[in-house]
């Protein structure tokens, strides 16, 4: 080999070594996002999905407790009615920096009922107003205790306030200051980010983040064995041994704030009985449910986690006992060819299994169930939103940081998709939207959740653990306690 040749080949290994191999996590995941605007939507797949992309003014820490991002300090006056953020410095995906008039705008956006679902989390704020650049002032009118959790949601994004003015897309062309930058989301197929080299927080170890949509668990557990996907979002309950004996990939089990229902549309005939909706419950061996369909888990007796401190001590579970759920049908009138409709969302197998095992433990105590199993888009549009077209359909309900993210609107026939009609609720969550004492706040809350469990509009199963899994050569991935949203900004791949 002549000289010329021998200093090309070690210049080219030297630029090689100096550049590296590029480090691109490949994750497996359910669901699809509806879209990409964190405040156009409710769906928790889209908000793991824009984690990456946007930021939070704070966010919620492994430890479960809210820390600063966008936001690096604020405080709250006496009063409790005005709060003042101090702003990092950061910028935009698009080169803009994120200032005072960028967090007004996305406020003012998430206000919008006619843009964002969460609206009636923000309703209490009067008035904002940028300090400086540096420095916003939220002023409300009232006391809100929750408001600290709700900008650490998904759905309080920091978006640029040019690009809203300009009515850009952000559902399908994203713009955030997160540590990672859209690149492609091919419907049905993937979502592609890359690193964002100027993170205010650190540009993220790995190059790229690539979301596969994988409805099938067999073949996320088998592109996780054989290295095509780094990481799984869920373990079905019929592989977590296989996983859990391999050496080559770690099994991550954690508790989840997931509360797992069948939800019940109150609206329509006999279902809108609370002695038929009880009925409905004590059908159901709930237990069974639990460990057959999720792998296990803790049963609860109101929509609240078990576990969880302000869900009350005495709220039990109801139990199975299809001899009283028969009485209670024979007592509301329920005629002996009632049939119910179950909608299913189809990229959730757990669920699709639990609805099966319910339609079997109904068909005991004289109820009829006809499966359909919808997609997901499907589900999100025509179940939960929209017409909101079903009988019964199962599904999870992830952790929120306080109690008015899980239990606002409830009571309010036209602000779930359950239809429940307790107008006592909705003035018990009122006022405990407001009160700044923590105790008060519990014992408010606390009835809601008996009520929650006395008129039930939904049949009750429980929480089960979180289960993710990743390639042993993976590290730094984790999901944010209660939100379950995917956070890559520490992931290296060795």
Partial sequence: MNHVVRSALAALLATSLSIGVAQDLVMATSAQPDMLDPHGTSATSAFQSTKSIYDTLVEVGRDGTIQPLLATSWSISDDGTVWTFDLAEATFHDGTPFDADDAIA??????????????????????????????????????????LASLASGWGAMLPSEKIAANHDFANEPIGTGAFMFDEWVRDGYLRLTANPDYFKGAPSIDSVTLRFVTDSAVQVQGLLSGDFHVIGGVATADLATIANRDDVTLVQEPSGTVLVTSINNRRPYLDDARVRQALNLAVDAQTVLDVAYGGGTMTGSFMEPGNPWLPSDVEPYGYDPERARALLDEAGVPDDWTLDMALP???????????????????????????????????????????????????????LDPTGRLGGYGDPDATYVGWDDPTSVSLLSEAAAEPDQTARAALYGEVLHRLHDTTPFIYFGASNRSHAHRANVEGFWMTPLLDSYDFRSVTVQ
Wanted: charged share 30%.
């Fill in 106 to 147: 996305s406020l003012n956006r998430l206000r919008d009922a006619d843009v964002s679902p969460k609206a009636e989390e923000f309703t209490a704020i009067r008035e904002i107003e940028a300090v400086d650049a540096r420095t916003l002032r939220v002023m409300l009118d009232q006391p809100t205790p929750a408001l």
């Fill in 346 to 400: 189809q990229p959730y197998e757990v669920h699709v299994q639990a609805g099966q095992i319910v339609q079997d433990m109904l068909a005991d105590v004289g109820v009829n169930v006809e499966i359909r199993v919808v997609e997901w888009g499907v589900w999100l549009g025509e179940v939960y939103r929209g017409d909101r077209d079903f009988d019964l359909t199962v599904i999870g309900h992830t952790g929120k």
